[in-house]
């Protein structure tokens, strides 16, 4: 049976002797390296005489440096090592900081010692693994964003729209666009349509609150 080499970085001492000793009874796992900071662990991996290291949990809020900053560190000493994330934040900004500087899974701390296993072993084996929460972060991230609806206006309705914020009358906003009355009749009711409102006051006052 191939061995996973696990390494973990982590402060908190239940979290830390947690994952020792749950993760420890696991025969396919050894733990190499245990660190209380990005510090000790870089310390302990030049001091030592093998470095064997194909799974780190690392966490964030860590004495000295942060985990953010450790992955860097970590990747020039460690280079084929996949790194975890095993931390208790979940905002956007550190998620995708943490997967752009080389982190290959990102685990929220309230993740059962059951999943982080999973994760460990799936990682090892070339998978990926997520949070459920995290992963839906990363979707909406990359999901096309919904268009806006001044987009949604072509520019010969913004026009009129713009004729109707300067106070202009549909014949004369007719006349400036060299088009006929009944057009740009059509044009407001489609507008009206497209932007959910019932009168020229309201397309005034959604134009100077959204900046159409």
């Given at each position: 049976?191939?061995?996973?080499?696990?390494?973990?970085?982590?402060?908190?001492?239940?979290?830390?002797?947690?994952?020792?000793?749950?993760?420890?009874?696991?025969?396919?796992?050894?733990?190499?390296?245990?660190?209380?900071?990005?510090?000790?662990?870089?310390?302990?991996?030049?001091?030592?005489r093998?470095?064997?290291?194909?799974?780190?949990?690392?966490?964030?809020?860590?004495?000295g440096?942060?985990?953010?900053?450790g992955?860097?560190?970590?990747?020039?000493?460690?280079?084929?090592?996949?790194?975890?994330?095993?931390?208790?934040?979940?905002?956007d900004?550190?998620?995708?900081?943490?997967?752009?500087?080389?982190?290959?899974?990102?685990?929220?701390?309230?993740?059962?010692?059951?999943?982080?296993e999973?994760?460990?072993?799936?990682?090892?084996?070339?998978?990926s693994?997520?949070?459920?929460s995290?992963?839906?972060?990363?979707?909406?991230y990359?999901?096309?964003?919904?268009t806006?609806?001044?987009?949604?206006?072509?520019?010969?309705?913004?026009?009129?729209?713009?004729?109707?914020?300067?106070?202009?009358?549909?014949?004369?906003?007719?006349?400036?666009?060299?088009?006929?009355?009944?057009?740009?009749?059509?044009?407001?009711k489609k507008?009206?349509?497209?932007?959910?409102?019932?009168s020229?006051?309201?397309?005034?006052k959604?134009?100077?609150?959204?900046?159409?």
């Amino acid at each position: 049976m191939e061995k996973i080499h696990l390494a973990i970085i982590e402060d908190d001492v239940l979290i830390r002797e947690s994952l020792e000793s749950y993760l420890g009874e696991n025969k396919s796992i050894e733990i190499t390296f245990i660190a209380i900071s990005v510090e000790d662990f870089l310390e302990s991996i030049e001091a030592a005489r093998e470095v064997k290291i194909d799974v780190l949990l690392l966490d964030i809020g860590l004495p000295g440096m942060s985990g953010l900053e450790g992955i860097r560190y970590i990747k020039e000493k460690i280079p084929e090592s996949n790194i975890i994330m095993l931390t208790t934040y979940e905002e956007d900004d550190k998620i995708f900081q943490a997967l752009c500087a080389g982190a290959v899974s990102y685990i929220t701390k309230r993740t059962s010692l059951t999943k982080i296993e999973e994760a460990v072993v799936t990682i090892f084996r070339g998978g990926s693994y997520m949070s459920p929460s995290i992963a839906r972060k990363v979707v909406n991230y990359f999901k096309p964003k919904q268009t806006s609806e001044e987009s949604q206006l072509t520019l010969r309705q913004q026009q009129i729209v713009q004729g109707v914020v300067d106070g202009l009358s549909y014949k004369m906003i007719a006349a400036k666009l060299l088009i006929s009355i009944d057009t740009v009749r059509d044009h407001i009711k489609k507008i009206y349509r497209i932007l959910n409102i019932h009168s020229k006051a309201e397309l005034i006052k959604k134009t100077m609150n959204d900046n159409l």
